[in-house]
């Protein structure tokens, strides 16, 4: 895999075009090797919002801040 940041710039252009799979399948490889990063939290958290998720998009954000 790439770098943290890499992995972070890819899965961010992915949220920005609109493939939110794509982008939550990387935030969570994220945070398989780091849990609290907070910028893959808080993504994953925007994922969850935008997909519906409501309740869990809430628990991804408080975990980043």
């Known amino acids: 895999m ?3 940041a890499e992995a972070l710039r890819t899965a961010i252009d992915f949220h920005e075009a ?3 799979p794509q982008a939550e399948q990387i935030c969570r ?3 398989e ?3 609290w990063q907070p910028v893959a939290l808080n993504l994953l958290g925007v994922v969850a919002h935008q997909s519906g998720r409501h309740e869990l ?5 408080g975990q980043a801040v």
């Open 29 to 31: 490889r994220i945070l």
């Open 57 to 61: 998009a809430v628990q991804y954000i």
């Open 2 to 4: 790439a770098t943290s």
């Open 33 to 35: 090797s780091n849990p």
């Open 18 to 20: 609109g493939q939110l």
